[in-house]
């Protein structure tokens, strides 16, 4: 199973920036993909996710800004952020379940919102 995970980099407040995750060699088939985002010394914590009919779930501060979205053609997985902010700094990680229930991580991305 390997996740490639892209489309980090720096940005002034207010940009956008796009988040890529390609799932290949997932086993059983892909149920849920989704982005979480970790801090230094901060737990993980849930961004968006997307189940695989298309059902989306966004943490509060994300809602209205970040769009979630997949392409199940291609085991990909994407994250639209609009109007950063500067507390949107932070490691992106994408996570994949297949059907069996099984979990993966892609390597992360740093997303850094400059003033």
């Known amino acids: 199973v390997q996740l490639q995970a892209s489309g980090g980099g720096l940005v002034q407040a207010g940009g956008s920036l796009r988040l890529s995750c390609a799932a290949s060699?997932?086993?059983?088939?892909?149920?849920?993909m989704g982005w979480y985002r970790q801090g230094p010394g901060n737990q993980r914590e849930l961004v968006a996710s997307?189940?695989?009919?298309?059902?989306?779930n966004y943490a509060d501060s994300v809602r209205g800004r970040f769009t979630i979205s997949r392409d199940n053609a291609k085991n990909t997985v994407y994250l639209q952020m609009n109007s950063l902010k500067l507390e949107d700094t932070d490691v992106y990680y994408c996570?994949?379940?297949?059907?069996?229930?099984?979990?993966?991580w892609g390597q992360g991305t740093q997303v850094t919102v400059s003033s």
């Open positions: 997307v189940t695989s009919v298309g059902s989306t």
């Open positions: 996570k994949v379940v297949n059907r069996r229930g099984s979990v993966y």
């Open positions: 060699r997932i086993i059983f088939g892909i149920n849920d």
